[in-house]
């Protein structure tokens, strides 16, 4: 199928959105988190996981929070 592009999606990552509820900011490298007794500190958070969707470790953090 010489001639033919790619197909590009054009999906949104629904857990990129900033809520009022969100435990990883974004634009931050490092956070510390308050857990039960204890405090997790959460690094290289800007690390790219997805480059071509634009996600980074950050992201799919906070969505496993979210969830």
Partial sequence: MAG??????H???AFRT???D???P????VVEVALAD??????NLLK???P???LAKGDLLQYYVEV
């Fill in 4 to 9: 033919r592009a790619a197909p590009v999606s």
């Fill in 11 to 13: 999906r949104q990552a």
């Fill in 18 to 20: 900033a809520t009022k």
């Fill in 22 to 24: 969100r435990i990883i």
């Fill in 26 to 29: 974004l634009g931050v490298n």
């Fill in 38 to 43: 204890r405090t997790v500190t959460l690094t």
């Fill in 48 to 50: 790219p996981f997805w």
């Fill in 52 to 54: 071509r969707l634009g």
